[in-house]
Structure formats: structure tokens, C-alpha cells
């Protein structure tokens, strides 16, 4: 394992419980509404057959956001650059909220471990450097497994902002694999883009770049900012995980948790709806 940790590796929140399926949302009302989002306003559909939703409610929990910085070689801005969009997230967290800094080329490495202290994680970023290639896929499974996994389901209010251009060269885990097991918990992946380094060439091993940034946002319910607005990115990332995040669940009936599922949550008009796209198969 590339990142240092004793920890054992946790559950799945698919496990049948009481609960039944849980899922993170985000969800807003347009305008300056501010009333609450009801149960009755919202819609659930897996493989496009309507299921019940059995509760759906605000979550108050601190965040816990995992940085995770592109290191590598020939990536578009310098350093300093990345220095900067990480310290963003250290003015804009709410009182709670923790940051997790992990730098990867082809390992992933510890910058600074769970902090609210903005001059500790300034002091830490001095480790950054450019060498190597970008390992992202095995950098965010080991993100997954060794740093998030140890908190859930007790913390399910978890989140990771990649700051680089989505470029992957020379990882073992494949990109599906790597969706799947975000999707499986649930973790929504923010990026703070940086331009692509490849100019767009074919890849023959793994998507484009600029197509990993996109489905995996997409497929995790996070968004994509450019670095540029990093400042405005960090507020708006902490902004919605502290205002707008809710937990849901359902029972799905007709479907089999050991193929992939679609899943589409609609609301009443006026009302913005954001999560995963899919539940992935339920195989250990």
C-alpha cells in the first residue's frame, strides 16, 4: 500500500440493514427559497422503475475533504499554483470540517494528515515537487481504502477535491474500478482542473484526461471548477457540503444488487438535485 496507515478496512453501506440503501445528496431549492426539502417532493428511479424512498433528511455532520494534488512532472501551473487552490480549502471550512492532504505521481504520500489548522497545513506544503507520472486512479483507491474507509459509515459526510487535469499514466487500478468503489461509498470527487497536459491524444489504456475529470465528477455528484477560481471553488464546495448535503435512503425492490444500477432522483420544479449516477454491483 502506498499510504502509511494501520487501519482495517471498512463496510459497505450496502449491507441490508434496517436502512436499506443510503445515499448522499445534494440538493437545493432555486431562487432565495430556503424552506426545507420534503420527502414528497422528490422522485427515486433505478433502471428507470420508480422506488420508494423511506427517508430522506439534512445531514449537520463536519465535512472530512481529502486534497489530492497532482505531483508529477510537466502538469500546467507550477507549485506555487498548487500551493495556493489546497490553502483555499483552509479559509473556507466550517468549524468541524478537517482537511486530509495526499500528494500522488506514482505513489500517493502524506502532506499533512486531518487538521482545521490553516498555518500547520501551510507548513506541510513544502514536500510538494514535480517528478514522476500522475498514478491518479491507485492514488484515489488508496485515498478510498486507507484514508476515508476507516471513517465510514460513522462519517458519511466525505468528499475528495483532486487538484490536477485527470491524467493517468501507469496506475494498476483501472478506471472503472476506481468509480465503482467511490460510488459504492458513496464519496463525491470535486477537481479543480488543471489544462490537459496530453492536448487531448487517444488513449489506449484509459480515458482522455478531460473525460476522467468529467465522469468522474458526474458519476460521484461533485462538479468541476478551473483552477483559476480556486478561491471561489473552496467556498463553493464547503458552502454546499455544510448547507446542502442530505442522506437518503430506499428499498430498491425489482432490481439485483449484483448488476450496476442506474439511479436518477428528480424533484418538483423548482427544486436542484445532485448524486451518483450509479450503484455498482454488490461483489466482494
Known sequence: MAINSAAQSGHSNRSGSLDGEIIS?????????????????????????????????????????????????????????????????????????????LAYDEKAEIIQEWTDDAKKLEASMGTFRQKGNPYLFDALHDTLNEVLMPLIPGTRKTAVVVIGDGLDRGSTTTFDQVLGELQLQNVAVYFLQVSDRTNGVYRRNAPKPNDVVKRLTEGTGGLVFPIDGAQEAAKKICDELRRNRYLLSYFPVNTSSYDQRTVLILGNEGISIRTKKAQPPNIK
Open 25 to 101: 445528496v445534494v440538493a437545493t431549492r432555486d431562487g432565495e427559497n430556503k424552506e426545507p426539502i420534503k420527502i414528497e417532493e422528490l422522485f427515486l428511479y433505478e433502471n428507470g422503475q420508480q422506488q420508494r424512498i423511506g427517508n430522506f433528511s439534512f445531514d449537520p455532520s463536519p465535512s472530512r475533504i481529502v486534497l489530492l494534488v497532482d505531483n508529477s512532472e510537466r502538469l500546467g501551473v507550477g507549485v506555487d499554483k498548487l500551493k495556493q487552490a489546497a490553502m483555499e480549502f483552509a479559509y473556507e471550512i466550517f468549524d468541524g470540517d478537517q482537511l486530509y492532504v
